[in-house]
């Protein structure tokens, strides 16, 4: 299985690369990386930047920019060599790989993507996604219609329910105000 990380953004609420942002003295991209590890070493990093050079996995530069996720998810699979493709957003350091396993164990191959939900929404930059959803991935580019939920709705996907006690595993962080949170709560996760 093809896995890609996403790695673009603009951060301008982190004010820096969030992929690179530290937590336990690692930055999130090397938090996610081990959790795919058990699952796949064919990893691709989708990004425009050389700051992810030190890594040694093969990074991919967006096809179209300023598309947001859409964009990134696009260029994954036009690049991607698998049918099914695990994809994921470059902020979730508490990922892991049990979670991940769990997505891929859960998803129906009937299905063009699935994603995990929880009480209070859903979480599309942690799902499975085939490359047939291309041409329906081009067409929300082209017009513009930028935004994943409605994407997700407009292809046949699976929606796997986490309980509200995982639900932090799933936690984007997008500010340094929910990094000192992170931290700060990090006892009370473990």
Do not use: W
Request: contains cysteine; aromatic residues 6%; glycine residues 6%.
């Amino acid at each position: 299985m093809q896995v890609s990380i996403l790695c673009g953004g603009k951060s301008s609420r982190m004010q820096s690369e969030k992929g690179l942002v530290l937590y336990q003295n690692k930055p999130f991209i090397e938090h996610i990386i081990e959790a795919v590890l058990p699952i796949s070493s064919n990893i691709q990093l989708i990004t425009n930047t050389i700051d992810y050079d030190y890594l040694s996995y093969r990074k991919i530069k967006d096809i179209v920019f300023d598309k947001g996720p859409l964009g990134g998810i696009y260029t994954a699979l036009v690049h991607s060599k698998t049918e099914m493709n695990l994809i994921l957003s470059c902020d979730i350091p508490l990922i892991s790989t049990e979670i991940l396993r769990e997505l891929i164990e859960k998803h129906g191959a009937n299905f063009d993507g699935s994603v995990f939900e929880d009480t209070n929404r859903m979480h599309p930059l942690i799902g499975i996604y085939s490359k047939r959803i291309l041409p329906v991935l081009k067409k929300a580019i082209d017009g513009n219609e930028l935004k994943m939920m409605h994407f997700i709705s407009n292809v046949k996907h699976q929606l796997i329910p986490i309980t509200d006690a995982k639900r932090h595993l799933f936690k984007n962080i997008n500010s340094v105000a929910e990094l000192n949170e992170l931290n700060t709560n990090l006892s009370q996760l473990k």
